[in-house]
Structures are given as C-alpha cells and as structure tokens.
C-alpha cells in the first residue's frame, strides 16, 4: 500500500513563506497526479494544487495562482508546494494525494490515497 506522509507544516506570520513536502513510498511515483489539498476548520476540503506525473504541467486554484508553486522531484519521490506571501486565510491542515496519471488533472476527482496533513497557521 503507498503511503504519503507531508512535513513542512507551522507556524508562521502574515506575509511569509513555508514549503511543504509529500514523500510518497513505492516505486510508481513518476506515474501518479500529485495533488495538494487544505482543509479549514469547519469547512470543507478544498483543491490548491496539482501536477502531472512528469512534471511538465501544473493547476493551481485561482485563490493561490502566483503565490504558491506545486514542483515534484521524481527522483526523490516527493511533491512540494511553495507558500508565498501567506494570509491568515490559507490557515489550514495541508493534504497531498496522488491518482493516476490517466485522469484530468485539473479535476478534483479520482484522487485514491492521502496523507495524513499538516497543519499550517498565519497568523495577523
């Protein structure tokens, strides 16, 4: 079973940046989607990322479009998401998860194995 698991998670003020990570076990990373997700207290999970199994192409929601960057190095089996110019707003715990290949990558769908989150606070 293929596990992921972030780190790069805390705290961090108004303005500032963290980079988060996903290492993914197994051999078959090169072949999924990777896709990153948050999830606010009280609300709903939602979409922030995702990138191609290569690499050559990423999603962004729009509330993110130029201040986070998804990347992946296939050689290391790890997907990051680059957080700039943070707001209180995108205080959330952070989830990456991966689907095949095949499907649409600017979908939310088909999305098979998560990790467990971590938790990102901005503060004011």
């Known amino acids: 079973q293929v596990q992921l698991v972030e780190s790069g998670g805390g705290l961090v003020q108004a303005g500032g940046s963290l980079r988060l990570s996903c290492v993914v076990s197994g051999r078959t990373f090169g072949t999924y989607i990777m896709g990153w997700f948050c999830q606010a207290p009280g609300k709903e999970r939602e979409f922030v990322a995702a990138?191609?199994?290569?690499?050559?192409?990423?999603y962004a929601a729009d509330s993110v479009k130029g201040r986070f960057t998804i990347s992946r190095d296939n050689g290391k089996n790890t997907v990051y998401l680059q957080m700039n110019s943070l707001k209180p707003e995108d205080t959330a715990v952070y989830y990456c998860?991966?689907?095949?290949?095949?499907?649409?990558?600017?979908?939310?769908?088909?999305?098979?194995?998560w990790g467990q989150g971590t938790q990102v606070t901005v503060s004011s």
């Open positions: 998860a991966k689907k095949p290949s095949g499907l649409a990558l600017g979908s939310t769908a088909g999305y098979d194995s």
């Open positions: 990138i191609s199994s290569i690499g050559v192409t990423a």
